[in-house]
């Protein structure tokens, strides 16, 4: 599924745009201003951009020409007609005001991102950590460890998200469809598994479990 990155300082509208995108199946990810959204694009690509423009520090404007490749919905407050324009004619793939309706922002995502589809072939990589295509294998420091076919799934959506919290149930709606024998209940286990095997092979990787929340791939 889609990774979508929220840039909002308001932590109200960004909790609800996240819990709302979560449940329709999308990873996302989130910054609170302009300069950490910079960093976040640095360490991972998402499929689309929901940017406000009232950001500290660079702010949605100074931000919008150094975001290539990837379609940004400006999500704003601002209503005039130019600066909308401006925006649209400077890179921005679509723009709605605040407050709007969440079906029509829903809908306005869809829109962007149909067609766009991840590579499931393309290498995916984090610190010493390299998975290249459906191959249950992983790369460590060049040695390739062998993974059953839930492990491989949950170290993609994982490696995809990088030193972000990934919900439970974002793991479990994202890779269900493949993978029968994960639940609910063996969800931990998976992990745990998955865990052993990459320090056994050495890895500077470790899977954090955030205590009611879900899981996060961090670099210790």
């Not at 050495?202 to 791939?217: D, M, T, Y």
Request: with cysteine.
């Amino acid at each position: 599924m889609a990774h979508i990155l929220v840039i909002d300082d308001d932590a109200d509208i960004g909790n609800l745009l996240e819990e709302t995108l979560t449940a329709q199946g999308y990873t996302v990810s989130r910054a609170y201003s302009g300069t950490e959204a910079l960093l976040r694009l640095e360490g991972q690509k998402p499929d689309l951009v929901l940017l406000d423009l009232m950001l500290p520090g660079l702010s949605g404007e100074q931000l919008l020409p150094q975001i290539k490749g990837i379609p940004v919905i400006i999500v704003s407050a601002k209503i005039d007609t130019e600066n909308k324009v401006s925006l649209l004619l400077g890179g921005a793939a679509d723009y709605i005001t605040k407050p709007f309706h969440m079906k029509e922002l829903l809908a306005r995502v869809a829109v962007q991102l149909r067609g766009r589809t991840t590579n499931p072939a393309a290498a995916q990589s984090f610190a010493d950590l390299t998975l290249s295509g459906d191959a249950p294998l992983v790369s460590v420091c060049g040695s390739d460890i062998r993974l059953t076919r839930t492990e491989h799934a949950i170290l993609k959506l994982l490696l995809r998200n990088a030193e972000q919290v990934v919900t439970k149930s974002a793991v479990l709606d994202q890779i269900a469809p493949d993978t029968p024998d994960c639940t609910e209940t063996s969800l931990k286990q998976h992990i745990s598994n998955l865990r052993r095997k990459l320090r056994a092979a050495g890895s500077v990787c470790n899977i954090e479990a955030v205590w009611g929340i879900g899981f996060r791939l961090h670099r210790e």
